[in-house]
């Protein structure tokens, strides 16, 4: 069973603070691995990728990646009232990709 | 502009149809795939596509057929046998590299109700 495991929420945080998202994943030969952000009754829309251990940063996101406790993780800083949807952690180990159950994030003005 | 299109968007049944979903793509990427989305949980994987006239069943392929004649294209028909058809249904497709950078893209999606 490929699991990919996230807390479920809701993440409430206040405006301008740090969000931090977190996500486990079971196989071990997965190389690839994705947040998608959902806005309520939209579909996912990619807001990073990465594939080696450390950090990536892309703007006020930054993804983390630490392949031997198997564990990748989101920090969205300075978050603002737009960043309120549930963000999904999907996992790519062969020819499937396979997501976590998305965690909700409220950010409060 | 380069992307995946999916239609209708909004589409009800009746019980005892069949009902077909389309999804196209331009991002000349070789794999598509269909999700189940039902409210409060994650996606679902129906079938997946990784070249041209070959599909693989995902973990919910019961009661639901695909075809994938061109390359651009991977219809979804949701049969009278999918007892509990109502979700939000998502295409997504990439570009099937094993390893490596491949990233998956969705299209808007379908919402499916039966009546």
């Known amino acids: 069973q490929k699991e990919v495991e996230q807390n479920s929420g809701p993440l409430s945080v206040p405006e301008g603070a740090i969000a931090s998202l977190n996500c486990t994943y079971s196989d071990r030969g997965s190389q690839s691995f994705f947040w998608y952000r959902q806005y309520s009754g939209k579909s996912p829309e990619l807001i990073m990728s990465i594939y080696s251990n450390g950090d990536k940063e892309d703007g006020r996101f930054t993804a983390q990646l630490n392949k031997a406790s198997q564990y990748v993780s989101l920090l969205i800083r300075d978050s603002q009232p737009s960043d309120s949807a549930t963000y999904l952690c999907?996992?790519?180990?062969?020819?499937?990709?396979?997501f976590g159950t998305g965690t909700s994030l409220t950010v409060i003005p | 502009d380069g992307g995946i299109t999916q239609s209708p968007k909004y589409l009800f049944r009746k019980e005892g149809q069949n009902v077909t979903l389309s999804c196209e793509q331009n991002l000349n990427h070789d794999a598509m795939y269909w999700y189940r989305q039902d409210p409060g949980q994650g996606l679902r994987l129906i079938y997946y596509s990784q070249i041209v006239n070959d599909f693989q069943k995902g973990d919910i392929a019961e009661g639901y057929s695909v075809s994938r004649e061109k390359k651009e294209s991977f219809p979804l028909t949701v049969t009278s046998a999918q007892k509990n058809p109502t979700a939000f249904y998502l295409c997504?497709?990439?570009?099937?590299?094993?390893?490596?950078?491949?990233?998956?893209?969705f299209g808007p999606g379908t919402r499916l109700t039966v009546l």
């Open positions: 999907a996992v790519k180990p062969g020819n499937q990709f396979y």
């Open positions: 997504a497709s990439s570009m099937a590299w094993r390893g490596g950078t491949d990233t998956q893209y």
